[in-house]
């Protein structure tokens, strides 16, 4: 053997040996080729108590903007912390806290950064009980894909979304956030919104981990009161607050927050049956809760703790897993596991599930964030082209009195008049905090864009609160100058969102007064509505010859509605929650329980409708739509068979629209009473003027006309249903 090739095998022998050591060293947890499940238990043998138990906490970092989360900001972070809500958006800052975890930190474990990344970070669409009103799930699902994006480029890997709440009391500041009053709804909305976050991958490059929360019965707070108690019984956690959590924890949502309220006696961040029997038992969700906000020392509040050390106790054996912000957990597991309260399998398996979620992610593998420039990172126009898309199907035509809307293209005078008409800072709607203003755009500005040959009389009228009326002599100046009044009337942002209950849920005096004064011009009145829960229009329907409710859009807001003014957009939302006539209504919702007297005459108020404004479902077109006769494929099934009901809608009018069909069961006869009617399948078409489409709805008995008693347990009963449809409703027969 030559002497050269001696030499080069004897390195090459050196290199190989130093391979296999390095192979040999490298912990099996950095394999990121390895197992997940064997990745985390190879790390957890590694970890001290002390490193697992600040897996466990999470703690705030940057400038806190949230009025509701007053917190100091941590100066100095515990190396080995699990988690952080990051109230910067800067991807630098994260990279240098990310930094310090891989580097410093004994084992290298990476910080999981959340944010409360609610309707967009800063392509901000429309809030989410708007969002349901488009019936138009994978057009959220796109939009929640461009706010994972956004997220991720400014250093946030997991939101605190979607809120799948039930919510049937408009009081409650926290109806804009969740997709309404039907459990249906909320959980085709939440499914569709944990796609859009988490993608075909947690690991893709730009999926973050989705959060569902409240878990669960925040929706039933006490006469609208945030952080109340909630009498949430067995029957209806199983009917009504349960299932859209059922349903997006089977589409595989990563992680849960548990809520601040109270299920009947047994806070619902204590809870072991919703948080362990039900979660993880039952439906074998193994990723994990987070607490709330404080939700942890809160158990001492409520009364089920008598100080912070039991409280954490009380919180993780219910199978809170992380304790967002309290610090409890890190300062009193130690004695607690020490005292053997806390079993080490309970720290193991909350752990596990911690570090599932940060590998699942590809934390361990990427740990850094991508750092672009700004312009890359937001506000890409086709996110806000898409953004745009769905606002003009969250907005909802209410009224049209003599088809006041369209506006006549020859219009050549309009009065734009209302605190919201100019407005940029309350159209984007709570939780927007990475917005800028600046990016909103007024409706003002998408109106004059849009008619172009008309002068626009602007003027503001009067605040959105207070008693100031110097502002109406101006408003009826310009009225009177004009052809139409298009008058911007609604609620600040702060009016909604967390501890922003109202106990009416009418519009402050000043607006209705305005109102009120310019319906004496004799004009044609349009009211645009920006709130974020159902209004009292009692007073102010009747003034109006049209109404448009556009929520809270977000940056994209003035372009959509002026096209639906203009006839550009044929409006096609529906509402996804009830309008009460009058605050005194509340609760009304579609599919309450039958009435013992149901022959219309007792069991009313005695002194205003019992009816409401605007029911679920309400929402009106620019074309119209005939519905054929509704065709069941069998009249009569066995319980485990199939049928199906189609329904053929033709556009009866002279305009392209887009039609959502609501299906609806009810059951006349049942071993326990059922709602009225309950939604179980909705579908949008466009249909063009002159054309007819099929739509078509798979009945499974199972799925659709069971029902479930208080254990969760479902049956499916022999006799008599109905399926509704528009105002169909056709009988059929479930045989044994
Ligand atoms: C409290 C709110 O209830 C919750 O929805 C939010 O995600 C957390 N604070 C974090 O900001």
Wanted: hydrophobic share 40%; net charge neutral; glycine share 8%.
């Amino acid at each position: 053997m030559k002497r050269t090739t001696l030499i080069s095998s004897f390195f090459v022998s050196i290199g190989l040996c130093f391979t296999l050591l390095t192979v040999a060293q490298t912990p099996l947890y950095k394999d990121k080729n390895a197992p997940v499940e064997k990745r985390i238990s190879d790390l957890l043998k590694r970890m001290t108590l002390e490193e697992k138990i600040l897996q466990l906490n999470q703690y705030t970092f940057g400038i806190n903007n949230n009025p509701n989360n007053i917190g100091p900001e941590v100066k100095k972070l515990p190396n080995g912390i699990g988690s952080l809500i990051y109230f910067s958006a800067d991807p630098v800052l994260r990279n240098q806290i990310q930094k310090k975890a891989m580097e410093e930190s004994r084992l290298c474990i990476p910080i999981l950064f959340g944010f409360d990344i609610i309707h967009g970070l800063r392509t901000v669409y429309p809030i989410s009980i708007a969002q349901a009103c488009s019936w138009n799930p994978d057009l959220v699902t796109q939009l929640c894909a461009v706010a994972a994006k956004e997220s991720v480029l400014s250093g946030v890997d997991w939101t605190f979304s979607p809120m799948i709440d039930v919510a049937r009391d408009p009081r409650w500041g926290r109806v804009s956030e969740g997709y309404g009053e039907d459990p249906y709804t909320n959980a085709v909305f939440g499914v569709a919104s944990v796609k859009g976050y988490q993608g075909k991958n947690l690991s893709d490059s730009y999926s973050i981990a989705a959060c569902l929360k409240h878990y669960v019965g925040y929706g039933m707070s006490e006469g609208g009161r945030d952080y109340r108690y909630s009498d949430v019984s067995a029957q209806s956690l199983w009917e009504t607050y349960l299932p859209p959590y059922e349903a997006c924890v089977k589409a595989g949502a990563a992680t849960l927050m548990s809520g601040f309220n109270d299920i009947s006696g047994v806070p619902a961040t204590a809870n072991y049956y919703t948080l362990t029997e039900i979660l993880k038992k039952r439906w074998k969700h193994d990723g994990f809760v987070v607490s709330d906000w404080n939700a942890v020392k809160q158990l001492v509040w409520q009364g089920v703790a008598k100080d912070e050390k039991e409280s954490g106790l009380k919180a993780f054996m219910a199978g809170v897993e992380m304790d967002m912000k309290d610090d409890i957990y890190r300062v009193h597991f130690p004695a607690l596991v020490a005292e053997k309260k806390i079993p080490m399998k309970n720290i193991d398996d909350a752990v596990a599930r911690v570090l599932r979620v940060k590998f699942r992610l590809g934390l361990f593998d990427e740990p850094y964030t991508k750092v672009v420039e700004e312009k890359e990172r937001y506000l890409k126009p086709e996110d806000v082209a898409l953004a745009q898309k769905l606002t003009e199907e969250t907005m909802v035509l209410l009224k049209n009195k003599n088809n006041t809307l369209p506006l006549s293209a020859n219009i050549s005078k309009i009065a734009l008049i209302g605190p919201m008409a100019k407005d940029q800072e309350n159209i984007v709607g709570s939780w927007s905090f990475n917005v800028k203003t600046a990016d909103a755009e007024t409706l003002y500005d998408g109106i004059q864009k849009e008619f172009k040959n008309a002068t626009i009389n602007y003027a503001l009228g009067c605040d959105f609160d207070g008693t100031n009326e110097a502002g109406f002599a101006e408003a009826l100046d310009k009225a009177n100058e004009s052809e139409v009044i298009i008058l911007c009337l609604g609620e600040k942002k702060t009016w909604s969102g967390e501890n922003a209950s109202r106990s009416t849920i009418a519009l402050p005096a000043i607006q209705e007064k305005l109102m009120q004064e310019l319906k004496k011009t004799g004009k044609p009145i349009i009211l645009v509505l920006s709130n974020g829960r159902p209004l009292e229009l009692v007073r102010l329907e009747p003034l109006a010859d049209a109404i448009v409710e556009i929520w809270q859009p977000g940056i994209a807001g003035g372009t959509p509605l002026a096209g639906i003014l203009s006839g550009r957009v044929n409006p096609s939302a529906k509402l996804a929650i009830t309008f009460p006539l009058t605050t005194g209504q509340i609760p009304t919702y579609y599919n309450m329980r039958q009435c013992a007297r149901p022959y219309g005459t007792e069991g009313n108020y005695q002194d205003i409708s019992t009816e409401p404004l605007y029911w679920f479902g309400h929402g009106l077109s620019y074309t119209s739509f005939t519905y054929g006769d509704a065709k069941l494929s069998a009249t009569k099934i066995t319980k485990s068979q199939k049928m199906t009901v189609e329904v053929t809608v033709a556009n009866s009018g002279s305009v392209k629209g887009k039609e959502t069909v609501l299906w609806y069961i009810s059951d006349p006869a049942c071993s326990i009473s059922r709602p009225m009617k309950e939604l179980k399948y909705f579908e949008k078409k466009e249909i063009n003027a002159g054309e007819k489409a099929v739509y078509k709805f798979e009945i499974d008995p199972m799925r659709d006309l069971s029902f479930t008693n208080a254990t969760g347990k479902r049956f499916v009963e022999a006799g008599d249903f109905y399926v509704h449809v528009n105002n169909q409703k056709i009988k059929f027969e479930i045989v044994e």
